[in-house]
């Protein structure tokens, strides 16, 4: 890795031959673990400026729609936070000069509060090529951490480090944007509607100067006297920085804390989690008492597993006595009454990626079936497969009372905390409160609940034997790993459907009545041979299936879309529409024109095909049956969720797609609507 220095430059192409896009992270730290920071990055033309308030990303602006910039949001540590952004330098625009990556702070904060402040740049690939570290910084409320700008056909990097004192207003105007002083104020009072679970800090508004349109009349004020009166235009409308609001409760406007070093209260604390031990105790005790205080989350939970709608009270490391052997204490209890009749479901949690204890779980069943209680549930980062058991247990047939056995991953706990807290509201403000104050403890990097995060053992050893072809169909191995790739992709769909407030699901291809464990054995051995895992999403209210291939061989990742042919009108209409539609997605997009009784048409990239739309049509004019989207990246190549992970790679693939193609597509037909 290339460490730079204040002011120096680099080459990207002299780093690495993948640099298309790139990822850069942007992290500090503090003592307390509280400290952040927002990012925010500038489109700049050759003079320096911006082209318009267009080009000014950050938190209610998060993506551009060619996808060439893309705030992937914070990402908590052990001592702070980190930012990531994806720039995709191949989209960018051919009057950009400069893009300008910058963070800062609110509400009296200085980033010499923070410590650690670093910037990195990793390829396509993952693998991290230079990295600056700020050393100098003080009373400065606003950063430029560094900026990447061009030099003929070449992308090269500076290291800036440049402060301002006057926060992101004077770091905003150096760049052409005008700040609105009076949003300020206004955006100030809208804060007293702000939520506990949002920090001071978010106080601050910063509003960009928007151009008149030309086609916008005057306004004339009603008192004016006759024809010689003049027209009085109507103020600019100014947008705002200030971040959305949620349905929380009121917080005092003022801070009352003596300094900035006062840590706010968190209701769930994380920082002093040490051992696996506390941790599971802190997540379980976390979870069950959200669970009862919050009907809605608390049912969306555990209707799943037959609980009836009642008043439910929930208990931790409760003592149940284990036959002539030693009490037994499973991590949490959950009671339901309804109508004078009980519903009663042990818990069993673990955090951190370890794994269940099958004698733990058996123990539970059996105490479970001779009480007379419900269902025993478990609680992991792992994620259950249909036919693939996470634990083996026993059940004794001769017992009249059936205990059910669940699983419940902590993906699937925050997203259902999302799409209530986020998506469809909760009704009481406290209520919301609580659902963000849990959110913020299970993204924190200390609480262990981050879901399934490892490919697994089998991982590295099978893609060693597709590289050299040493794989063999059978090979237990390779069923260990399709299986892993659907827990993965099943959790992707939790993630995406959490985000989008949209039903995410995978599709699975099969004959009625398949058993699932020959069918990942079928996948398996298909898998040996062409080396590649296949995956389809359906995600709710989009036209067509999102397609994931992950080539071991090529070490490529595909999101691709087919999307149906018109009915009515004419082939080379289509082709111009579809390019129209697509006229802001990402410039290496590859199009395909798919041709009845073929494998596949003509093709090119949207970069190619955009003066040239008529490139798609067949040459012999055969019939087209519709259109393949397709988007490539390269894979990581480690099998945890790191920066060079597969994990992340897949997260990283799948969101660009989404936002990049899937959305433009959706977004244009009710644009036209709507004129």
């Not at 706010?264 to 051992?275: C, D, G, N």
């Not at 009372?401 to 991953?409: Q, T």
Request: charged content about 25%; proline content about 5%; aromatic content about 6%.
């Amino acid at each position: 890795m290339h460490e730079m220095i204040k002011g120096g430059n680099v080459g990207l192409a002299a780093l690495s031959e993948d640099t298309g896009s790139v990822i850069l992270s942007l992290g500090w730290s503090t003592a307390t673990g509280e400290g952040d920071a927002d990012v925010s990055v500038l489109l700049l033309d050759a003079g320096g400026k911006v082209r318009s308030d267009a080009d000014f990303y950050f938190y209610n602006n998060p993506a551009a729609a060619d996808g060439s910039v893309q705030l992937l949001g914070k990402t908590p540590t052990a001592d702070g936070s980190e930012d990531r952004i994806s720039l995709d330098l191949t989209a960018a625009p051919a009057d950009v000069d400069r893009i300008v990556v910058a963070a800062s702070r609110y509400g009296g904060a200085r980033f010499g509060d923070l410590a650690d402040l670093r910037m990195t740049l990793a390829d396509r690939a993952g693998e991290t090529l230079l990295g600056f570290t700020i050393e100098d910084a003080g009373v400065e409320t606003a950063f430029i951490f560094g900026e990447l700008y061009r030099r003929g056909e070449e992308w090269k990097f500076r290291a800036v480090g440049q402060g301002y004192e006057s926060g992101l207003a004077g770091l905003a105007t150096d760049f052409g944007i005008d700040i609105d002083d009076d949003a300020q104020d206004d955006a100030q009072d809208d804060t007293d509607d702000e939520g506990a679970g949002q920090e001071p800090e978010a106080a601050e508004t910063v509003a960009v100067e928007q151009e008149p349109s030309p086609a916008a009349p005057p306004t004339v004020p009603a008192q004016a006297a006759g024809p010689v009166a003049e027209a009085a235009p109507a103020a600019p409308r100014r947008p705002r920085t200030a971040k959305k609001k949620v349905t929380l409760p009121k917080v005092a406007k003022k801070s009352l804390a003596e300094n900035d070093s006062w840590r706010r209260a968190r209701l769930f604390p994380v920082s002093s989690l040490k051992s696996d031990r506390e941790r599971e105790m802190r997540a379980t005790s976390v979870l069950l008492s959200v669970i009862a205080q919050v009907p809605e989350f608390g049912r969306r939970l555990t209707a799943a597993f037959g609980a009836p709608a009642g008043r439910m009270e929930t208990f931790t490391e409760v003592s149940l006595p284990h036959g002539g052997n030693a009490p037994k204490r499973p991590d949490g209890v959950i009671r339901v009454e309804r109508a004078g009749k009980l519903w009663t479901a042990l818990v069993e949690t673990k955090t951190n990626g370890n794994p269940l204890k099958p004698e733990q779980v058996q123990d539970y069943m059996d105490i479970a079936a001779r009480r007379g209680y419900e269902a025993v549930i478990t609680l992991s980062n792992d994620v259950a497969l249909e036919g693939s058991p996470l634990v083996d247990i026993k059940i004794d047939g001769r017992r009249k009372h059936k205990v059910a056995l669940w699983h419940l991953s902590w993906a699937e706990v925050t997203h259902h905390a999302q799409m209530l807290i986020r998506h469809e509201g909760v009704g009481n403000p406290a209520h919301a409160w609580l659902l963000q104050e849990l959110l913020h403890y299970l993204q924190h990097e200390n609480s262990g609940c981050h879901g399934f995060q490892n490919m697994g053992p089998a991982w590295v050893p099978v893609r060693n034997g597709i590289d050299d072809e040493t794989l063999c169909q059978g090979d237990q191995r390779a069923i260990d790993v399709v299986e892993s790739w659907e827990r993965l992709i099943r959790q992707v769909c939790l993630r995406l459907g959490g985000e989008l407030g949209q039903r995410t699901l995978p599709v699975q291809r099969a004959k009625r009545g398949t058993d699932q464990r020959s069918r990942r054995a079928a996948l398996a051995d298909q898998f040996c041979q062409d080396g590649r895992l296949h995956a389809e999403l359906r995600i709710e209210g989009t036209t067509g299936i999102l397609g994931i291939v992950a080539d071991l061989r090529t070490g490529k990742l595909r999101t691709s879309l087919e999307i149906p042919a018109p009915g009515q009108g004419y082939p080379l209409t289509w082709v111009k529409r579809l390019v129209r539609q697509l006229a802001e997605a990402p410039a290496d997009l590859h199009i395909e024109t798919l041709v009845e009784g073929q494998n596949g048409g003509p093709r090119g990239t949207l970069e190619r095909l955009r003066p040239e739309p008529g490139d798609l049509l067949p040459k012999d004019g055969d019939r087209i049956t519709g259109f393949r989207l397709s988007l490539f990246k390269s894979m990581g190549s480690t099998r945890g969720n790191a920066e060079s992970g597969f994990i992340r790679s897949v997260d990283d693939a799948v969101d660009r797609f989404h936002a990049g193609v899937v959305a433009q597509l959706e977004r244009r037909p009710a644009r036209r609507a709507a004129e």
